[in-house]
């Protein structure tokens, strides 16, 4: 497994060759077992351990093992404690979720502190299988079906190649020890159900699985290229923008191969149930299905989406040496990256609609995140003169729901960035920037 490891980051993860990361280690075989294969692969890395002081005294015996493995290893650690049953019942959420959201969260803010580029964390084969079967039970569509994606913001996930156990097996090749969470053999959770009950029996059924299940993943994946190569293709000639809402001409759709599948993906964000959103296709004129704060109306030829609900506006300042920020919709987080080839690290970096890399020492004022407002102009990157921000919207047809949501990050009056959208020419990176601002949406 070394060997086929370290090919693999080789060609997938290159950038952990030469960058500051680090792994995330709950004591457990597989994250415990990544660190023992980077170790292996003579890299340098931090270590990050969450006690989430869920299992009383096991939650503190994980520590103390993770705490003497970077001992061992001569690694960094970093030790974070969280009162995760507090924040579940102050967030409104599970406390897995919870535990998960502070964990990330404090990825970041580590990340930030101590300039880590990437922090790793040990999902495996095993992991995309059980993630893929609950979203099957779900009724996901293709989008659904592909998987944990390998990485994400900061976060790589090196093990996804590789199974549950191959893992177990290099783990008692090399003698490597580790923790047993006592609350992964309880299937009370539906997770654990799977990966105790179900998965083996079909591992047993089908004893290539695990080989034929990436080649599966992998196409899904391609054919999701796909997918969305056409959806954009419909959006221009099938679909319009009117005071920002949207309008799917119905003739248009059912001459297509496939109309269920083409609203299906214009849709899928708002959660609509298919099956109603087609009934509306003949249905009377004035029809219409809800959504959360989102409307389908059956109206004349077209079916039109419309808002219900207006957004509470955001006013944000951002804290350029630690912007970590929650957004309604995902979260912002902002880095400062010290460079002596700002040019190469900004060719490393984009295109990216969801990063913004700006020159760090011309910024004037505060940075301000809000949403936009009528009347609001930016000077784009590469025109000349200033645009309407609703024209940049309408444009590209954005929905009256998305409108709605829509953030500027400003700097005085200026407004640098249209969120996901545009960049303006403002603080642009040149050969003589020391220090980039780079500010990311994770979604």
Not at 37 to 44: E, F, G, T, W
Not at 90 to 98: F, L, P
Request: net charge negative; charged share 30%; proline share 2%.
């Amino acid at each position: 497994m070394l060997e086929r490891f370290k090919e693999h980051i080789k060609k997938n993860y290159p950038e952990i060759l030469s960058r500051k990361v680090a792994v995330a280690c709950s004591g457990g075989k597989d994250s415990t077992v990544l660190v023992h294969l980077l170790h292996a692969c003579q890299l340098k890395f931090d270590i990050i351990h969450c006690n989430f002081n869920l299992r009383g005294a096991e939650s503190d015996q994980d520590e103390d093992f993770v705490t003497e493995l970077a001992i061992h290893l001569e690694n960094k650690v970093y030790t974070l404690h969280f009162d995760t049953e507090k924040a579940a019942q102050q967030r409104g959420i599970s406390i897995q979720m919870a535990a998960r959201d502070l964990r990330y969260e404090a990825f970041e803010e580590i990340a930030i502190e101590n300039d880590i580029k990437h922090v790793l964390v040990a999902h495996h084969m095993d992991d995309q299988l059980e993630t893929f079967l609950i979203n099957l039970g779900r009724g996901a569509g293709i989008h659904g079906l592909t998987g944990i994606r390998d990485r994400n913001g900061i976060i790589l996930r090196p093990l996804l190649d590789f199974s549950s156990k191959e893992i177990e097996e290099y783990a008692l090749q090399n003698k490597i020890k580790w923790r047993e969470d006592s609350s992964n053999t309880s299937t009370k959770y539906l997770r654990n159900k799977l990966r105790h009950d179900l998965i083996p029996l079909l591992k047993d059924v089908l004893p290539h699985l695990d080989n034929n299940f990436s080649k599966t993943l992998s196409y899904l994946k391609d054919s999701e290229v796909l997918l969305d190569v056409e959806v954009a293709r419909f959006r221009e000639s099938g679909t319009t923008i009117n005071n920002g809402n949207l309008f799917i001409n119905i003739e248009k759709l059912k001459a297509t191969v496939q109309p269920r599948a083409y609203l299906f993906e214009l849709l899928r964000e708002y959660s609509f149930h298919i099956d109603d959103a087609m009934n509306l296709l003949d249905g009377e004129n004035g029809k219409f299905i809800k959504s959360g704060d989102v409307k389908l109306i059956k109206n004349n030829s077209d079916l039109e989406l419309t808002k219900m609900v207006t957004h509470q506006n955001l006013y944000e300042k951002i804290d350029v040496k630690n912007g970590s920020l929650q957004l309604p919709e995902g979260r912002l987080q902002v880095q400062l990256v010290k460079t002596q080839e700002p040019l190469d690290y900004l060719k490393s970096v984009l295109p990216d609609k969801n990063k913004l890399l700006i020159d760090s020492d011309g910024i004037a004022g505060p940075l301000v995140l809000r949403n936009w407002e009528k009347g609001d102009r930016m000077s784009p990157y590469g025109m000349k003169g200033t645009k309407l921000i609703s024209d940049f919207l309408t444009d590209l047809k954005i929905t009256s729901l998305k409108r709605e949501k829509s953030l500027v990050l400003t700097c005085d009056s200026d407004i640098i960035w249209l969120l996901g959208i545009r960049t303006s020419k403002h603080y642009t990176v040149t050969e003589k920037t020391t220090t980039i601002l780079e500010i990311t949406i994770e979604l």
